[in-house]
T-cell receptor
């Protein structure tokens, strides 16, 4: 398995501000992923973060709104910029690891963000 | 593209009832299939997986069989407990992980 921690676990923010979420993994991984889970909905992939290169964003997500850093193989940050109430969600970090011959994806505990 | 269609909830059952949560998928390749569970206030955890046709994944009394002919991966449990109350997500991975919409399950004593 993988041990993934996220900070903060939750936050309440004002409209127009930015929040940076940190993700720490217990061992080196090539690919890290950031997901959003809006209230009562499923998980949506925001972007894939590879160390040493720019993050790859999914349709509907842009770097200006969700800048991502990946300074090393165990750490990544996601910033939610210029927040609005529509950004209220749980943000989850995820990593992929080979388990028993097949890839398995593990998730952090999530950061619950409320924007007022 | 790839997609997962999951039985809509919420689902409410009495303790010791039989559970089925339906899941079907669409994929161009040969994906691996997963069920994830999210307990109240917690993160997402892998419940079980199957990597090829006719594989059966099982964990904590839950089972799901990879049915290629019907493109399905239904989750079953013979006797549910109150502690099984959670949101269950069906998912597949081909190039990336794709989730269903989730099914909220509530078990009443």
């Amino acid at each position: 398995s993988a041990v993934i921690s996220q900070k903060p676990s939750r936050d309440i923010c004002q409209r127009g501000t930015s929040l940076t979420i940190q993700c720490q993994v217990d061992s080196q991984v090539t690919m890290m992923f950031w997901y959003r889970q809006q209230p009562g909905q499923s998980l949506t992939l925001i972007a894939t973060a590879n160390q040493g290169s720019e993050a790859t964003y999914e349709s509907g997500f842009v770097i200006d709104k969700f800048p991502i850093s990946r300074p090393n193989l165990t750490f990544s940050t996601l910033t939610v910029s210029n927040m609005s109430p529509e950004d209220s969600s749980i943000y989850l970090c995820s990593v992929k690891r080979l388990v028993g011959g097949s890839d398995e994806q593990f998730f952090g505990p999530g950061t619950r963000l409320t924007v007022l | 593209g790839d997609s997962v269609t999951q039985m809509e909830g919420p689902v409410t059952l009495s303790e010791e009832a039989f559970l089925t949560i339906n899941c079907t998928y669409t994929a161009t390749g040969y994906p691996s299939l997963f069920w994830y569970v999210q307990y109240p206030g917690e993160g997402l955890q892998l419940l079980l997986k199957a990597t090829k046709a006719d594989d059966k994944g099982s964990n904590k009394g839950f089972e799901a069989t990879y049915r290629k002919e019907t493109t399905s991966f239904h989750l079953e449990k013979g006797s549910v407990q109150v502690s099984d109350s959670a949101v269950y997500f069906c998912a597949l991975v081909d190039e990336k992980l794709t989730f269903g919409t989730g099914t909220r399950l509530t078990i009443i004593p």
